[in-house]
């Protein structure tokens, strides 16, 4: 059987093993597990560590909230963060969870390695325009791209109610390694906190 050993694929009648191989079977087509286990990294809050070091797929998924209050001054996310080596290609995709009972709203932006080759992060969340924004269920969105450093500002509802952003890019090292970092702050310095929840995570593929 010619299978496509690029990617994981199934249905309902093939099961692929980690070199591509397919295996006919009957009925529904069930999860290979051992592929899931050796061939993504899977980290410990802000470490990327790999289960496999053969895996070119890290993730560094949050164990504890974090927050800010009062304050406009980035920080650097505790756990969204991980290592990147010299000379490589990666794709970077961040989903981070918020919460706030202020009106803060957010800012993000990000820090890479020292020589990194400028490029655009893709932005999706909700709108940065007030007047546009209803909820978190009903809202105009933003779908702009920016440089790594730029301040990308979201609104969000004030309800202490969990609502997602969702930043993703290509980052070409130089010949510095260094960290891929998420940071965010309070857009409008407000009493009260603004929550990176629980739930989020930073995934990092080597592509070359």
Known sequence: MALNTN????????VLDSSGNGTMILGPARP???WHITNIGVST???GT????????RYAVTSATQSVNNSTTFVDDAALTMTLAANKVYEVEIIATF???VNCDLKTSWTVPTGTISA??????????AASFVGRTETTIRIGSHLYATAVTYQLDNGAADQFVVE??????????????FQWAQATATVGALIRDLYSYMRVTEVV
């Open 120 to 129: 655009l992060k893709h932005c999706l969340g909700a709108t940065a325009t």
């Open 7 to 14: 990617r994981l694929q199934t249905s309902n009648s093939v």
């Open 168 to 181: 993703r890019a290509i980052v070409q090292t130089g010949t510095t390694a260094g960290s891929v970092t």
């Open 50 to 57: 790999a289960v496999s070091t053969s895996s070119n797929i």
């Open 99 to 101: 919460q706030t009972a």
């Open 32 to 34: 290979n597990l051992s």
């Open 45 to 47: 809050a802000g470490t």
